[in-house]
């Protein structure tokens, strides 16, 4: 029996934050990360000097000024979903009218229905984007817990610089749970519409479902 989950196993993971590391990750090689999910600014939509005033800030407070590492990913979202979800149905119904149970066969016409007309309204195409705050460095074995202690606080400070700096040119970033680390992993693995700033799997979908949500 697996004791890691397969995003443990195929990402590699290591640790996951609680309490006071809430949000911090470790990997195998001992390196730690934190992640931010920034909200684009309507940039074209603004006058010229006040784009110029965007970027100025912006370089003089993050690039100028950042001597460590980070990762930015933009990541599409719900694309295709349209045909992913004709595809889904296709399978799903098929599996459940071989099954000639009336009353569940009725209950999944009805879930589907609201389904479409869910993702329709709520699961629009857009682009996320997320800040991959990271730090590595060589642990010995001896005072591990306090080495890893010292990472943490560094590590904090960085997130601190990188909010700092966003804020600054007017994004705003929000550093994301240990929970919504693990939406974003299970994102790659299972079938998911992004609604509400939340991956949501089928799980979810008949959680809302059954709450009635429009």
């Not at 990360?33 to 074209?44: K, R, S």
């Not at 005072?143 to 400070?157: G, T, V």
């Not at 700092?164 to 299970?186: C, H, M, P, V, W």
């Amino acid at each position: 029996m697996l004791r890691k989950k397969p995003e443990e196993l195929l990402f590699h993971v290591k640790r996951k934050g609680k309490g006071e590391e809430e949000g911090i990750w470790m990997l195998e090689d001992d390196s730690i990360f934190a992640v931010l999910e920034a909200t684009p600014l309507p940039f074209y939509d603004f006058k010229k000097t006040k784009q110029k005033e965007i970027i100025d800030k912006f370089n003089h407070n993050f690039f100028k000024k950042l001597d460590f590492p980070v990762e930015i990913l933009i990541r599409p979202v719900n694309a295709n979903i349209e045909k992913k979800i004709a595809i889904m149905d296709s399978l799903l119904s098929y599996n459940i009218n071989k099954t000639d149970r009336p009353k569940l066969i009725e209950y999944y016409e009805s879930f589907i229905k609201w389904f479409k007309q869910y993702a329709s309204k709520s699961a629009k195409p857009k682009f996320v984007y997320y800040v991959v705050v990271n730090y590595n460095t060589y642990y010995q074995k001896r005072n591990f817990e306090e080495q890893y202690k010292n990472s943490i606080n560094i590590l904090k400070k960085r997130v601190e610089f990188v909010k700092g700096a966003f804020s600054s040119a007017g994004l705003k970033t929000k550093q994301l749970t240990t929970r919504e680390i693990e939406k974003i992993y299970d994102s790659f693995l299972r079938i998911h519409v992004y609604s509400d700033g939340n991956y949501l799997m089928p799980t979810d979908w008949i959680n809302l479902y059954k709450k009635g949500v429009k």
